[in-house]
C-alpha cells in the first residue's frame, strides 16, 4: 500500500491521476505528453537506459553527443534536467518536486553514479568533468531529521555546484549544499559538506573534506595509455599567488603548517579550527576575512 505522509489531499489526487511512464533503450527519444513532460533530443541508449516520469511539467533535454547508459527518474511535478553537450552518462537520477540537475560539456561519469535532489533544489555541474566509480551527489538527505528538543527541521535540502574542470575521486560524496571550485580536484572516499566551499584549484580530501593543497592543475591524459606525459608544465601560477577566497567565506590557515581551509558561518569557522588543533595540539589556527 502507498502511503502517502508528505504531500496534501490535493497533491495526492493529482498524482493519483498521473499514470507513470516508463521509456527504455531507443524509445528515449523526442517525446511529449499529455501531462506536459517533454524530452528534446535523442541520445545514444542502451538496454540499461531508462527515463521514468511519474509527475507532469517535466523536462529532459539532451545534447547531440550524449551516450545515456542510466537511468532518470522524475519522481514529482516541474523538474528539469540537461545534458547539455558531450556527456557519458551511466548512473541513476532522481528529482523531487520543482527541482533541476544540469551537466556542461565534456562530462565524463564513471559506472554507478547516484545524483539526487529534492525540494526545489539545484545540482549544476560544469564543464570538463571527470567523475570516478560510484559517486554519490546529493541535493537532499532523503529523509528529514528534526531537532528534538525544539522540533526544527535540522537537514533541509541544499544546492549542490560543481564548478569547470574538476576530478572527482572514486567513491566520494557530494553533500547537500556543496560548492567546489573550478580546477579543483576532490581525493577518493572523500565527503564534501557545505561547511565551507572548496576553493578553485584546491587538492582535497578526507571527512569533511579540506584543502590539503593550493593551487593544483590536473589535465585529462590517463597515466596508462598516454605517450606524451611531461615530468613538469610551465608554471600557471606565481609562487605568492594565494588560493582565492570564495565570496561570503572566511579563510583559515595555520602559524605552523600548510593547512587551510574556507568556511562561511561561526560554527563551521570553530569545528574547523578544533579539529585540526585536536591533530596536531600544538598548532594555533587563524581566520582571515
Not at 500500500?1 to 489526487?13: I, L
Not at 549542490?160 to 577518493?188: L, N, R, Y
Not at 566551499?197 to 585529462?220: D, F, K, M, Q, Y
Request: proline share 6%; hydrophobic share 35%; glycine share 10%.
Amino acid at each position: 500500500m502507498t502511503r502517502w505522509t508528505e504531500v496534501s489531499t490535493k497533491e495526492r489526487t493529482l498524482m493519483d491521476d498521473i499514470t507513470p511512464v516508463l521509456l527504455r533503450g531507443a524509445d528515449i527519444k523526442p517525446y511529449s505528453d499529455d501531462n506536459g513532460n517533454v524530452i528534446e533530443g535523442t541520445p545514444r541508449t542502451n538496454g540499461y537506459s531508462i527515463v521514468e516520469f511519474r509527475g507532469s511539467n517535466c523536462k529532459l533535454v539532451f545534447g547531440d553527443s550524449v551516450r545515456m547508459y542510466g537511468q532518470i527518474a522524475f519522481q514529482r511535478d516541474d523538474s528539469f534536467v540537461s545534458l547539455a553537450g558531450r556527456v557519458f552518462y551511466r548512473g541513476r537520477t532522481s528529482l523531487g518536486l520543482g527541482c533541476s540537475i544540469s551537466f556542461g560539456d565534456n562530462v565524463y561519469c564513471g559506472v554507478d553514479l547516484q545524483v539526487n535532489t529534492a525540494e526545489g533544489q539545484s545540482i549544476t555541474i560544469g564543464d570538463d568533468i571527470l567523475i570516478a566509480n560510484h559517486v554519490r551527489i546529493k541535493g537532499g538527505d532523503s529523509h528529514p531529521i528534526y531537532d528534538g528538543v525544539t522540533g526544527q527541521r535540522i537537514n533541509p535540502s541544499r544546492p549542490v555546484v560543481i564548478e569547470d574542470h574538476v576530478w572527482i575521486g572514486q567513491e566520494t560524496f557530494i553533500m547537500p549544499g556543496s560548492h567546489i571550485g573550478t580546477g579543483s580536484i576532490i581525493g577518493a572516499r572523500s565527503m564534501v559538506m557545505r561547511g565551507g566551499p572548496i576553493p578553485p584549484h584546491s587538492l582535497a580530501a578526507g571527512t569533511p573534506a579540506s584543502v590539503r593543497r593550493s593551487n593544483v592543475h590536473w589535465v585529462r591524459k590517463h597515466t596508462q595509455n598516454s605517450f606524451d606525459l611531461t615530468e613538469e608544465i610551465a608554471p600557471i601560477f606565481s609562487p605568492e599567488e594565494p588560493a582565492p577566497v570564495p565570496r561570503g567565506s572566511k579563510l583559515l590557515t595555520c602559524d605552523s603548517c600548510s593547512f587551510q581551509v574556507h568556511a562561511r558561518d561561526e560554527g563551521d569557522i570553530v569545528a574547523a579550527a578544533a579539529r585540526h588543533e585536536f591533530d596536531e595540539p600544538k598548532h594555533t589556527v587563524t581566520t582571515s576575512i
